[in-house]
């Protein structure tokens, strides 16, 4: 089906007016219930097959074209993430520490504006569309796997995913073959001494600069355990420690992540982490606990499906509209789904010098509302493709 560039367009103003009452109403993982009501009420009203309550908040809809075809689906993320919203602006966030501070409101939306798009031009469209709205991307373990686990692949045979991505400017997109974004596991350390007056420090286990000492010894991991040609992250996000200036601090606890692209890496950097923490804390003569979360597995694109997606973009984007995409280090549950089908996860430029210039889980976080439109676009295309292959 030839992309329907009126239809498209018509929905911009519907996809901005869902973006920004997401915006406002904000749930965190896996407490999504009102966004899940009102993406069901606009799923039904539109004659979708909707099955809701998957993976506790999320959603698995399916439309049939009636052209044959092949079975595509396409995801979004729904959560929302424990930040003060701190813009200036009559959409920001009315719920007290939670904001959508990724974009999950804008892929919400413009998956929404997809399944609208489809059940328009349903006696047009080739094969089915599934379209899963799926709750808890940003904590560990995530929704995709339980989402998996309870059907919602069930008779798909590709599925793709967009991120929109605002360090990436308004205008561009990108994707990269094998591997692309990292695994993200997590740890916990705590640190237990014995605590004392600062005066008298030598009747104290100083939890404190035992946690001060193994900060800078977890940074040796990367630098003198990983080969160079190889890529990790050892980064320690937070420390507490003490509770007065005259006190030497009874404990310490600190916690980070460790990114990696595969299994070897991975099991190197777990190792050593583990290793330098029981000798640090030997060292001081301090006592600790250590817990360990794997995150998600890497995102690793099938190869065949990123160059559809490529060659999408070029045709659809001016050339200088394609992004050369490396690989970064941030994690995604989307993992999960190219586990079990081939498929693609690609960033879609969300970035602008107005006002949606922060990072990714900034306070401050804004995306070009355009960019929805542009990720629609894209989409709608490469499922199209993909599902009228079987004809070709």
């Known amino acids: 089906m030839k992309l329907k560039e009126q239809t498209l367009q018509s929905l911009y103003g519907d996809m901005v007016k869902w973006r920004r009452h997401l915006h406002q109403h904000p749930e965190l993982s896996f407490h999504e219930y009102e966004t899940s009501r009102m993406i069901v009420g606009l799923l039904e009203s539109w004659g ?123 205008g561009r997109a990108g994707t990269r073959p094998g591997p692309f974004m990292a695994t993200p596991d997590e740890f916990e350390i705590e640190i237990i001494g014995h605590g004392g007056h600062a005066g008298l420090p030598h009747h104290s286990k100083d939890a404190l600069v035992t946690g001060a000492s193994l900060v800078m010894a977890l940074q040796t991991i990367v630098a003198r355990s990983v080969d160079p040609l190889d890529a990790a992250v050892v980064s320690v996000g937070q420390f507490a420690s003490g509770s007065a200036n005259n006190v030497i601090a009874e404990s310490c606890r600190l916690s980070g992540t460790i990114r990696s692209f595969n299994s070897n890496i991975r099991s190197i950097v777990r190792k050593r982490l583990e290793e330098i923490v029981k000798h640090t804390c030997e060292l001081y003569g301090c006592e600790y606990k250590l817990k360990y979360i794997e995150g998600y597995p890497p995102v690793v694109n099938d190869d065949k499906e990123t160059s559809r997606v490529l060659r999408i973009i070029s045709e659809l984007l001016p050339e200088s509209g394609i992004e050369p995409c490396e690989r970064i280090m941030a994690g995604e549950d989307f993992s999960y789904y190219l586990q079990q089908k081939p498929g693609c996860f690609f960033f879609v430029g969300a970035g602008n010098d107005e006002g949606a210039s922060e990072a990714h889980h900034h306070p401050r976080f804004d995306i070009e509302e355009k960019a929805m439109l542009q990720a629609a676009r894209l989409l709608i295309a490469v499922s199209d493709d993909a599902a009228s292959e079987l004809q070709e």
Do not use: N
Request: proline fraction near 5%.
């Open 48 to 170: 979708l097959e909707v099955r809701q309550g998957v993976a506790g908040t999320g959603i698995v809809a399916k439309l049939s074209g009636r052209l044959p075809g092949r079975t595509i689906a396409l995801r979004a993320d729904i959560d929302a993430l424990a930040i003060q919203d701190e813009k200036s602006c009559p959409y920001r966030s009315t719920v007290p520490g939670v904001m959508h501070a990724c974009g999950h409101d804008g892929h919400t939306a413009q998956l929404l504006a997809i399944a609208r798009y489809y059940s328009i031009h349903k006696d047009e469209t080739a094969g089915t569309r599934v379209f899963l709205f799926q709750p808890g991307e940003e904590i560990l373990p995530g929704g995709a796997i339980r989402m998996i686990e309870e059907g919602a692949l069930d008779g798909v045979d590709i599925i793709y995913g967009v991120h929109l991505w605002s360090p990436l400017s308004y």
